[in-house]
């Protein structure tokens, strides 16, 4: 039995967890909670947004954390540009600390002074020039706040004087200022200032997501787009009253973000035993000697007794670029990290796949707006993209009960220009005890088919899927059964084989199903016998994923390529972009012919090509990774579309589209022909208000009326063994098929 709990700050929202449930079926073996600490919540400037969050108060374990970090676009409209946005936990540590305060022994009208010269009486003088005299006023008191010597910021009295020490003027018969005369003091005070302490809490800040917001113009109201980040590794301070802050660093308009936690009760691969910052800030980079020297110095850190195992999880983001080496956001470096004076750790910070941005091709305005992809490779980010954090496991390097050395270092650039290169660095030092599991497997994720944004870029799909599975067991992970298939249909077995070390994951593409056609748009996975034995902990082997079926096409159409300027060489005048159509099984079926800068008029290939039913990917590349349409070269503007023939385009692909198009679509129905059967007969054919079926149904309870793309819409008890008259009027115009119970039974008729 599932049981969901689900937490907001105002109110229950029964909404959010099927959307939860679409996104991410990881939901079926145990308990789970879900809080919501930030809804829809407005960063339209530069600052913090704190919300607390109450968490579970620890009594129970979990074997897994989620964050589920929806952007959006705030109430004034999204900000066109690319900025940093971070998530924090706020952790009160429970200690206190206190810093020296000063205050003084008096204020003057609210003001700190060092002295005070006072009177008891004293007069402004001036000219009245209506009466053409020398006059005064009495002069306006001055507010005296004395305060307590051991609480001093109390005020304990207040007292008033009147002002001495400067000059009135002295006017001769026609007003002229000739003199002035000093107002003698008959009291002066001398001020002074209490020491005192401040205490406050200690608060611990910790990083657990980064993502940069999109770049684009004219961004569509709807747009959202979630982030799934694992962090488990957090629970300790993920519990009871917890202050979460998203941050946000940019101007102009601004996003929104949405916070859900998702806790998954069970037990971890490991225990945390501590969890301590070693770098947390953002850095100038002036050069290598000061950046090492100054700003990522070397640290110690105490291993605990009970510790046996370490990790350090280590995200940093380069930016600026105003500099003869467009430092340190498009300066591909590598950072090191040093163990005792030993380098332990090469990490390449670099993303080199921000062409593939998986933004593209959604959220396109009617108004002519949308999101670049923005193809730029960066330091570890892509504008609309996560962070990568990377993970380095340094068990191997520490010892319980003694002290260790950290330190981390960039690669040495030098530098000129007007910028300053910096990078933002979270580093984290985590220590656990002794792994839980000695077999055991998990999965982690299903790529495809999904319905995650972060995977939109190849979903749907009708191929081969593709899915993530860990080693949870300190064991060494070297084979597998893996049972998967779409749920109520056909079920699929895999043996995996492979060497995966405790915690280490692998992509694993299975082979292709041999019908997407279930009872529900679900597909699934099952991991068994992990090397060959019973898994020590298997709630964590099973997994769905709701999907979307791949669109049908008739069995010919053609290909329109319109190609821009962008050439390989300017030898060839080759263009940088070709197409190709792949099998299920990934052979080749076709390709672009060779397309080169001005041979066809108007820089137009056309491409007609014939099917035969399957299922298939259209795979556009362009190996200058700025797709069709990039504003920022000169290449102008080309496209890709997709024809019927005779007849119109049917499939227009945005030309701004990075480094490649993949879509999969299939000629003829979701179902397999292995499964239809001879031995019903059905018509008329084509039907329009009733069909007739006859055959032997002493096999079958019930058989169902599937559509084209494998959706129920109705199902039929057979009364006779041999015939039965079915009423379609209701349906509408298509294709539809009959199955049987056991999906081993199939038959096409067409409704008018």
């Avoid at 379609?728 to 081993?744: A, P």
Wanted: proline share 4%; with cysteine.
């Amino acid at each position: 039995m599932i049981k969901i709990k689900i937490i907001t700050m105002k109110k229950q929202n029964f909404t959010f967890i099927i959307l939860l449930l679409i996104s991410n079926l990881n939901l079926l073996s145990s308990d789970t909670t879900i809080i919501r600490t930030h809804d829809h919540v407005d960063m339209t400037w530069y600052g913090n947004y704190d919300k607390i969050g109450v968490f579970p108060d620890g009594s129970e374990n979990y074997r897994k954390i989620y964050l589920h970090y929806t952007m959006g676009c705030p109430s004034s409209g999204c900000s066109p540009w690319d900025y940093t946005t971070k998530i924090e936990i706020l952790h009160n540590t429970g200690e206190i600390d206190s810093t020296l305060q000063q205050s003084p022994f008096f204020t003057v009208n609210g003001v700190g002074v060092d002295t005070l010269m006072f009177s008891d009486t004293s007069y402004i003088y001036y000219w009245d020039t209506i009466t053409n005299m020398l006059d005064s006023n009495i002069a306006l008191p001055i507010e005296v706040v004395y305060f307590d010597s051991i609480n001093p910021t109390v005020p304990i009295d207040t007292l008033h004087y009147f002002p001495a020490g400067f000059y009135n003027m002295i006017f001769d018969s026609i007003g002229n200022i000739f003199d002035s005369i000093y107002v003698n003091p008959t009291g002066l005070l001398i001020n002074n200032t209490y020491n005192w302490y401040s205490y406050f809490d200690v608060i611990e800040k910790y990083e657990i997501a980064r993502v940069i917001t999109p770049y684009g113009g004219n961004i569509p109201p709807n747009y959202d787009f979630k982030h799934i980040f694992d962090i488990t590794d957090f629970a300790s301070i993920l519990k009871d009253s917890v202050k979460i802050r998203a941050h946000y660093s940019g101007w102009s308009s601004g996003w929104s973000a949405t916070l859900d936690f998702e806790f998954i009760e069970g037990i971890p691969p490991r225990n945390l035993t501590n969890l301590t910052n070693i770098y947390s800030g953002s850095y100038s980079y002036v050069n290598s000697l000061d950046f090492e020297l100054n700003k990522l110095i070397p640290k110690n850190f105490w291993i605990d007794s009970n510790t046996s195992q370490a990790m350090i999880k280590m995200t940093t983001t380069g930016h600026g670029f105003d500099n003869n080496i467009n430092a340190a956001e498009f300066k591909p470096i590598n950072y090191y990290v040093n163990i005792d004076g030993l380098l332990t750790h090469t990490q390449f910070n670099w993303r080199d796949d921000c062409g593939e941005n998986p933004i593209y091709p959604y959220y396109e305005n009617p108004n002519g707006g949308y999101i670049h992809t923005w193809l730029l490779d960066r330091a570890n980010w892509c504008p609309g993209t996560r962070a990568h954090t990377y993970d380095h496991e340094i068990t191997q390097y520490i010892n319980s009960s003694d002290s260790l050395e950290i330190d981390i270092d960039f690669q040495n650039y030098s530098w000129s220009g007007s910028q300053t290169p910096s990078y933002i660095v979270e580093c984290q030092l985590f220590q656990y005890g002794t792994s839980n599991f000695n077999n055991s497997v998990e999965i982690t994720d299903i790529i495809k088919p999904s319905l995650k944004d972060e995977y939109s870029r190849f979903n749907p799909t009708c191929g081969s899927p593709l899915i993530e599975i860990r080693n949870y067991g300190s064991t060494v992970l070297n084979n597998l059964e893996i049972e998967y298939g779409v749920v109520g249909g056909v079920n699929h077995t895999y043996n995996w084989t492979g060497d995966l070390q405790f915690l280490e994951t692998e992509k694993v593409d299975l082979p292709i199903l041999d019908n997407w056609y279930g009872t529900k748009d679900i597909f699934y996975v099952k991991l068994n016998n992990p090397n060959g034995q019973s898994d020590e902990y298997d709630v964590n082997n099973y997994m769905e994923s709701f999907f979307e079926h791949v669109p049908e096409y008739q069995n010919k159409f053609s290909v329109w390529t319109t190609i821009n300027n962008g050439v390989i060489n300017t030898w060839t005048n080759e263009s940088e972009t070709s197409w190709e159509i792949l099998k299920d099984d990934g052979t080749l079926y076709a390709a672009s012919q060779q397309m080169f800068l001005g041979v066809m008029p108007q820089n137009q290939y056309r491409d007609t090509i014939e099917f035969e039913s399957g299922c298939y990917t259209f795979k556009v590349t362009d190996v200058g990774e700025d797709g069709l349409d990039y504003g920022y070269n000169n290449d102008g503007v080309g496209s890709i579309k997709l024809r019927n023939v005779p007849g119109t385009t049917f499939k227009d692909f945005h030309p701004d589209f990075g480094s490649n198009i993949i879509h999969n679509f299939r000629i003829g129905s979701i179902l397999s022909n292995n499964n239809i059967q001879k031995d019903l007969i059905v018509n008329p054919i084509p039907a329009i208000d009733e069909i007739f079926i006859y055959g032997d149904f002493s096999h079958y309870k019930t058989l169902r009326i599937i559509d084209n793309i494998g959706r129920l819409v109705k199902e039929i008890t057979p009364q006779s063994s041999s015939f039965l008259n079915v009423n379609i009027s209701n349906l509408s115009s298509g294709v539809y098929f009959i199955t049987s119970d056991d999906n081993n039974l199939m038959k096409k008729f067409i409704k008018q």
